[in-house]
């Protein structure tokens, strides 16, 4: 395989044209986009932006959890993300009686604000190219064990192991990376510290935080201030360390200033964060299959959400309960509609099998290529197609019958006691154990809900699922049973609806709990997902070779021109600038939205629009100012900003990133993506794609004007266009 770290140095043209697509690579910042960013208005260096050796922008950022951004903004700690970013965290936290989604909370002083279990918030160390290291010995490999595919394999992951094992020695209290980029073309060592001490500070009710929740979804114009706030604690050496009492606020390397400038259409932007996934070097096989993949998770997600919806509005326990598990099904569920929509419209596959008749047509012009790259895109397009079958059974297993969260909890009471027999333990501390591990997660289970359903998603998978997949070993013919009997069967005959029962039950029954009928139905579900996975692997292992030539052959083919390998979840900056669009004729959106905006859409019957009358009471008064009116949130015109567009080159992972401005100074959070450009993982549409953004003035004025933490700002710095700091 040719490399081509040679091409990625090499490409040093200017990116003024393309500025605000690309999810780019800290360490290549000088390299690849110092000019263009310099042209499009940033006043800093590549160096203030990322510096192994010295503090710089990067340091302020941190992956949220293990699926968001967020953003350092005090000298002591103080974190602000999205409000959906801390959503899962917040719901925990909350109960009947105090109810911080619907509510939202602040903390009044540091004793006030409450451990979240099990958050972590990691910072980027550095990154080093260690691509030369796992080439050597690939070919070393090759030249033992020559086609021993297996054997080379394991002489790479030898490589990676050595790599991580000796920084994590030279970089204390850190964990270390070998991440592939370019389709596993180039090799980077990625050192982080984690910090698990994190506490909730504060949140807006959902009214503010998720206002226009599923319907403004993925839509503008939106208006919703989605931030949510966290503050990291260490040990007394400043150190990442479990909860205790005795932790101390972060004093963080860095943090961001807060602009209170406000943006203009064309201002420079800037985002850092942790996108995702995204897949730009697919080929147009691969993404005919994503989108029948995505239709039978949308089916199967609508019947489901029903259900839960349904409930979550008739009880107030059942709602906190599935908010997050809700929010977080929805969300995918409505992307992938609009994604649909917009390969449609904007032709993606066709302009994907363009782009792959003209590689084509390159390779086969020059003998050495063909040799190299030929058989790439054929080799591609039949392992899609041998795939497909495995993969689309264990989509509909998973997206159905997997989500009875009863059965669930037979899993991993058979898998986790199953583990902990395997170390040696006696048959009732394993399954003590099991029960540790997963009993928390009865405190967000209605049994009545699951009950509905379980009902609902067996129906619905007897539909879809082909008769030789069907579910073995549950006891009845599934193809012919009572669906309904059969569940009331399962529900009113188990000892693990509930975290007590089945606590007793493995005190009374030991090992014989194992005959549950949760346990055997749940180990049936869970053994037709296994073989379809097992099979979908196998195919995925010869896709991974084909997607690993192909896209080194673009990359050859496209050398000179700018190029950032897919996101996967480590750090990237994007760049471009606050910009509007129109989506249709005659159809012009402005930039920017205002408080003006929440008024209008207000609707005390629909949950989704409910405005607080704090709020109401705010904005009629025009109150955008601080008590002592030395802070004023608000617009000269008086209005107040809620969110703002920008161009910048986004996908999940970023949500809570910090977009700023041509200073590196915090403007807002980015939080989503515009409807019109759902196909944006496979192709940036410039005209279209925008990037959602609260702006970080309508923040500050809900913290100080709304919630009454103006102790919160205190700590910050502000920055006036005077450049005083305050």
Not at 214 to 234: E, K, L, Q
Not at 463 to 478: Q, S
Request: proline share 3%.
């Amino acid at each position: 395989m040719k490399r081509i770290v040679t091409i990625i140095t090499a490409l040093t043209v200017s990116l003024s044209a393309l500025a605000d697509e690309g999810m780019w690579m800290l360490p290549l910042l000088q390299k690849m986009n110092a000019d263009a960013m310099k042209e499009l208005g940033c006043e800093l260096t590549p160096k203030q932006i990322y510096d192994i050796n010295n503090s710089s922008l990067k340091d302020a950022i941190v992956q949220f959890g293990r699926g968001c951004t967020g953003e350092i903004i005090s000298k002591e700690g103080l974190l602000v993300t999205n409000h959906h970013c801390g959503y899962g965290n917040i719901q925990k936290l909350s109960s009947v009686e105090h109810d911080y989604l619907k509510d939202g909370y602040w903390a009044m002083n540091r004793n006030e604000e409450l451990p979240c279990e099990g958050l972590t918030v990691t910072f980027l160390e550095y990154m080093k190219d260690v691509t030369p290291v796992i080439d050597k010995a690939i070919k070393k490999a090759r030249k033992e064990f020559g086609d021993d595919e297996k054997k080379v394999e394991e002489a790479q992951v030898k490589a990676m192991t050595a790599l991580a094992e000796k920084a994590e020695k030279e970089n204390p209290h850190c964990h270390v990376q070998v991440t592939q980029f370019y389709n596993k073309n180039v090799y980077y060592l990625i050192v982080y510290k984690t910090y698990s001490d994190i506490r909730f500070v504060g949140a807006p009710p959902s009214s503010i935080g998720k206002f226009g929740a599923d319907t403004d979804n993925w839509m503008w114009p939106r208006h919703t201030g989605d931030f949510s706030m966290f503050r990291v604690y260490a040990d007394k050496d400043n150190n990442p360390a479990d909860y205790s009492p005795e932790n101390v606020p972060l004093k963080a390397k860095n943090h961001l200033r807060i602009s209170m400038n406000g943006v203009q259409e064309g201002d420079f932007t800037m985002i850092m964060g942790y996108p995702g996934r995204t897949t730009r070097f697919q080929t147009s096989p691969e993404l005919k299959f994503q989108i029948e993949k995505n239709d039978i998770s949308i089916a199967a997600r609508t019947i489901r959400q029903d259900v839960l919806l349904e409930d979550m509005l008739a009880d107030p326990k059942v709602k906190i309960q599935y908010a997050s598990k809700y929010s977080s099904s929805s969300n995918a569920w409505k992307k992938w509609q609009g994604m649909k929509l917009a390969f449609d419209k904007l032709d993606i596959i066709g302009r994907a099998e363009q782009e792959e008749a003209e590689f084509t047509e390159w390779v086969n012009a020059n003998a050495k290529r063909k040799a190299a790259y030929g058989t790439a895109l054929k080799d591609l397009a039949e392992g899609v197609e041998a795939g497909k079958k495995a993969n689309f059974a264990f989509t509909k297993a998973t997206e159905t019958v997997y989500n009875i969260e009863l059965t669930r909890f037979g899993i991993y009471l058979k898998l986790y006691s199953g583990r902990g027999l395997v170390d040696g333990t006696d048959t009732l501390s394993a399954l003590r154990s099991a029960y540790e591990r997963f009993a928390s997660q009865y405190g967000d289970y209605s049994v009545g809900t699951d009950r509905k359903v379980a009902k609902a998603m067996m129906k619905h998978y007897r539909e879809i699922a082909d008769p030789e997949n069907y579910l073995k070993g549950i006891g009845e013919d599934f193809a012919t049973m009572d669906i309904d009997a059969f569940v009331d069967n399962l529900f009113d005959n188990s000892a693990l609806t509930s975290a007590e029962s089945l606590k007793a039950a493995i005190e009374e029954k030991g090992a014989d709990i194992l005959k549950d009928p949760a346990v055997i139905i749940g180990m049936a579900i869970y053994n037709e997902c296994l073989d379809a996975q097992n099979l979908a692997a196998e195919s995925d292992d010869n896709l991974a070779k084909a997607r690993q030539t192909y896209t080194a052959g673009l990359l050859e083919w496209k050398k000179g021109e700018p190029s950032y390998p897919d996101a996967n979840f480590t750090m990237r900056l994007t760049y471009g600038t606050v910009k509007g669009y129109s989506p249709k004729d005659a159809v012009v959106y402005k930039h920017y939205t205002t408080l003006d905006g929440v008024m209008e859409k207000e609707d005390p019957d629909n949950w989704e629009f409910v405005v607080p009358e704090k709020l109401k009471e705010l904005w009629k008064n025009k109150d955008y100012s601080s008590a002592d009116g030395f802070r004023n949130y608000g617009t000269p015109d008086g209005k107040m900003p809620t969110c703002f567009l920008s161009n910048n080159d986004i996908t999940g992972g970023n949500s809570g990133s910090p977009i700023m401005n041509s200073r590196g100074e915090l403007i807002g959070l980015a939080f989503d993506g515009n409807w019109e450009s759902m196909s944006s993982d496979i192709m940036f549409e410039p005209d279209l794609q925008r990037c959602i953004n609260v702006d970080i003035r309508y923040v500050l004025f809900i913290v100080d004007k709304f919630g009454g933490a103006g102790h919160l700002i205190d700590e910050m710095d502000l920055v006036w266009s005077t450049g005083k700091d305050y």
